[in-house]
């Protein structure tokens, strides 16, 4: 009876570590309202990794002009979801949501430098934690050859033949130093997104992305409904098709007689 006991208590005390800091959140009578700001940092290297190969220069100023199409994209979907569930979205509002797009169609530099240096430094860190400078240079040159491969050939074969995407959400009240809740999102290809396109759509890069960053949407509402009072997804009856087409063919005229 004690150890059900203990693992009652134990299981109670980690629901209570993991709960969400926006269950406490009080919205009011009216429900939660959110100020929305979207944002793209200007992270890509490669113009074919965020649309299709059309000829274009592989400018800065190109590269630019299709994040911001695609920062574009994110929020016209994320306001479309909001007017669905009936969630207000309004500039004055006091809880502020803030999202970053810091990756998108690539693996950032950052994260292949990171992980090249932490390969490099485990290996020399063993050589030095078992005093021997010349195991320290060997393991740190192998790791460095051998991370380097996996790194920057696996960043190449991810931008090829995935859609990844990296988004920062944080929830803050307007003048607070801290905010009251950050997350981080990473999709490497969204299949289930992808396929609510038509299927002629879905070989072109510019969907791909924007399915990725869908099924982002479908993870951040999911953490925010959390929040009391926050609206729920609308789901379609059960005797119509679960997504409707982007586009409805207008109706043939009549035969003339």
Known sequence: MRVRHSLLLALTLSGLACRSPLADLHPGKEGPALRLNVEIQDHSRRLARLQDASGAANTAAAR????????????????????????????TSDLHLDLKITSLGEVRAKYIAWGILSGVGWGVGVGLLAHNAQLALGLGVYELLE???FWIGGSLLAGRWSSPAVVEARLSRAGADKPLWEESYYVLW????????????????????????????????????????????????????????????????????
Do not use: Y
Request: hydrophobic share 45%; proline share 12%; net charge positive.
């Open 64 to 91: 630019q002009a299709a994040l911001e199409r695609h920062r574009a994209a994110f929020e016209t979907d994320l306001q479309a979801e909001a007017a669905t569930r009936g969630l207000r979205l309004e500039a």
């Open 147 to 149: 991370e380097s491969a």
């Open 190 to 257: 969204a299949r289930k997104e992808l396929a609510a396109f038509p299927p002629t759509e879905r070989g072109h890069r510019e969907v791909q992305l924007r399915a990725s960053l869908r099924k982002v949407l479908g993870k951040l509402f999911r953490d925010l409904e959390v929040i009391p009072d926050f609206p729920r997804a609308v789901k379609p009856p059960a005797n119509l098709p679960g997504r409707l087409p982007l586009a409805v063919a207008a109706p043939a005229p009549p035969a003339p007689e």
